[in-house]
């Protein structure tokens, strides 16, 4: 993969923030807060850092002021969307005993996620 310190890498990185910063607003203008949670599924799937830094300005009001509650579940969606890829990577490609306990792990992680989505969307 190469030193993540050089050139290159540190551009990818910052043109990847800067299309979520960019593309964010833009989904929610177009298709609302459902387009919000739908982006941010995908976005978690690569990187949830830019996923992050995005749903902190529309969380302040900054781009499409979509909210605090918004943002935080897009967060929480982009959470759940990673930790199914990593535990889906993990049961295809780990060793037994890499497998059992990473995977428990993982698994654990994300019915806690999801268990914390839908509370906040029948409670919210």
Do not use: C, Y
């Not at 540190?10 to 919000?36: K, N």
């Not at 969606?77 to 990473?102: C, D, E, M, S, W």
């Amino acid at each position: 993969m190469g030193n993540p310190l050089r050139l290159w890498p540190a551009v990818q990185m910052a043109v990847a923030f800067q299309l979520a910063l960019l593309a964010i607003p833009a989904v929610e203008r177009w298709l609302g807060s459902a387009g919000v949670l739908a982006s941010a599924a995908v976005l978690g799937l690569t990187d949830v850092d830019a996923l992050t830094v995005s749903m902190s300005r529309l969380g302040a009001g900054g781009a499409g002021g979509g909210g605090v509650a918004l943002a935080a579940r897009a967060i929480a969606v982009g959470i759940l969307a990673n930790t199914l890829l990593k535990l889906t990577l993990v049961l295809a490609l780990g060793g037994p005993g890499f497998r059992r306990p990473a995977g428990a792990g993982l698994a654990a992680l994300a019915l806690a996620s999801a268990a914390g989505l839908w509370l906040g969307a029948a409670w919210g």
